[in-house]
DNA sequence: TTATCATTTAACCTTACATTAACAAAAATG
DNA sequence: CATTTTTGTTAATGTAAGGTTAAATGATAA
């Protein structure tokens, strides 16, 4: 069986150091592709799946925050892992707020990268739900399309949903007619788990009862301290 | 309903820091256990289950990185995140090689630790790997659901069960024609054994009675003194 | 900037749940 | 058989979780 090398997009903006990283990681077997800044990064990234994208932080333009942002709009899964020069606290958290893996302060070992690397690599193996790139789902009358956002009713026009729509009402389709556990939502959609992000949810899935609401075979049923279960009936 | 804080296996030898941090994560809603030396806290491990340990490096008798070995033998999944007072590459390396998740040097932020904290929480909620706990039941005419919460006779319409009517007929069930003893459920699902509890469990086991009278079949015997006996006749 | 859309927070209401009380009935005990 | 202990059952109470709508905040693009 041929082994797949992991891909690895690297944003950084500094030349000289942005290539020397990039042969390093490529040394070491990954497939390596090296954006000189933020939105040549997002380009990059929307052309392709990555397995991981390692950001510089200080970058002109389209910091590594907005960046981070912008790549989770489009995908929450993938690692993100972040460098920087200052070693400053608030810029550590505003990293984890956006959904960091790691944090790097430069200058780094690359040793202590590669490893680094490796553990995020192996933490992201085991989760693999066969969940991880599943875009379309028929729900009883509906057809939802979670890559381009809309929920289409019979041959309707379809109604566009916004991402936080969309990814929960990916996330009970994708356990569809079984638990979907509140916290998984919280943790995978809001990236806290607080009174304030729960209720937020709470917001959501009334948003998404009432685009359910022609086909009543379809339905959102609450599992009382637990989370929600959406079922079709036949 | 009482949800449950996640429980912290914290081994620091410092009295002092060691209190101060405990305290702090205490404060932030997390049950900690507090080891004061790396005997003491494999000891603590085998006897209890954690969600995440959080490991000195340096401690006298056995210090961050052989416990964290041992502790890996008996548990492949749970979070280790090291303390360390310097930030020597080679600890660096040694640590993710026996599985660490995190690594913070001293003195560290403790904002930063608690991001951190919530990250890798947050990583082993994703990975919800279905254990092989037994969640169907036939019981009679009865189908009883125990991780939707349901229970459904013959084709009708399913009735909700609340947690606690579900964990005890789950109970139950697993001891189907047995003995059930008393203690057993109020220790399981009470987590305490006195008057009240027990009064409170005779209150459930009336309402699993009312539940389960469609089928003349089933029925939940007192055993007078010793516990509860779900019956099927046949 | 304004206008627009997404998201969060607030407010208020309803439902769900667990506990406790109260009283009745069985079973055990001396 | 009288008394105590345990169990059966229903109802009342307090609290927490969820449902829903609207207003406030934030973010984005024209």
Redesign the pocket.
């Known amino acids: 069986m041929e082994e797949q090398n992991k891909k690895i997009l690297l944003v950084e903006d500094d030349p000289n150091f942005g290539t020397v990283l990039r042969d390093y990681l490529m040394m070491n077997d990954y497939d390596v592709v090296h954006a000189k800044n933020g939105m040549e990064g997002f380009e990059k990234f929307k052309k392709d799946d990555y397995d991981l994208c390692i950001l510089d932080v200080m970058m002109p333009y389209k910091d590594g925050f907005t960046l981070a942002?912008e790549i989770r709009e489009k995908n929450t899964d993938v690692p993100i892992v972040f460098l920087t020069a200052k070693a400053m606290k608030e810029d550590v958290l505003k990293g984890y707020k956006v959904g960091a893996d790691d944090y790097l302060n430069k200058p780094f070992d690359s040793e202590v990268l590669l490893m680094k690397i490796k553990a995020i690599m192996q933490r992201k193996a085991t989760e693999t739900i066969a969940d991880s790139k599943q875009f379309e789902f028929e729900i009883g009358r509906f057809h939802l399309n979670s890559k381009l956002r809309f929920l289409r009713f019979d041959d309707e026009e379809p109604v566009?949903l916004?991402?936080?729509?969309n990814e929960l009402l990916r996330l009970l389709a994708l356990h569809e007619n079984d638990l979907m556990p509140?916290e998984l939502a919280l943790t995978k959609i809001?990236r806290d788990d607080n009174y304030?992000?729960?209720?937020?949810m709470?917001?959501?899935?009334?948003k998404l009862?009432?685009y359910l609401k022609p086909d009543p075979k379809v339905e959102i049923l609450?599992?009382?301290?637990?989370?929600f279960r959406l079922v079709v009936n036949s």
Chains 1, 2 share one sequence.
């Open positions: 942002k566009k916004s991402p936080k729509e509140r809001w304030f992000t729960s209720r937020s709470d917001v959501y899935i009334a009862r009432k609450n599992i009382h301290g637990e989370g």
